[in-house]
């Protein structure tokens, strides 16, 4: 399945992305990639910041290409497609709380049962 998503480049501490298509079995940082739709730096807050082909991302999610949720989103930022986000975070698990045995049952359980005799064993002097 092809895939249209964002890729890293640049430097350490100095990102920028590839907006690519590419096979979703492709990791991010394989370097494959079908096509270039342009980059994105985030380091930049305005319009030079961005350079990307619309109508050829919107040709290919036509044809079938799936966004990543990431770029869903960065596309419904810009207005270049309708939508509603979706929640790129994982979702948290409610821990289930342990349920402690009802304590009614445990001392007549104990009081039925016949208790042990221990008796303390004599203790030789030494001199």
């Known amino acids: 399945m092809l895939t249209i998503r964002l890729q890293r480049t640049g ?6 992305f590839r907006v690519v298509l590419t096979d979703s079995k492709n990791g ?6 079908l096509k270039n739709f342009g980059w994105y730096d ?18 290919y999610v036509a044809n079938g290409a799936k966004l990543s949720v990431t ?17 790129a975070l994982p979702k948290k698990t409610v821990q ?3 349920v402690p045995a009802p304590a009614a049952s445990a001392p007549a ?3 039925s049962a016949p208790q042990p005799v221990v008796e303390a ?5 030494t001199k």
């Open 71 to 87: 770029m869903h989103n960065f596309l419904i930022n810009q207005k270049v497609i309708e939508g509603k986000k979706i929640n």
């Open 42 to 59: 985030t380091r930049l807050k305005n319009d030079a910041a961005k350079q990307l082909d619309v109508a050829e991302i919107k040709k």
């Open 109 to 111: 359980e104990s009081a």
């Open 121 to 125: 064993a004599p203790v030789a002097e």
């Open 11 to 16: 430097r350490s501490h100095e990102p920028t």
């Open 28 to 33: 991010p940082k394989s370097g494959k990639y």
């Open 96 to 98: 289930k709380k342990e």
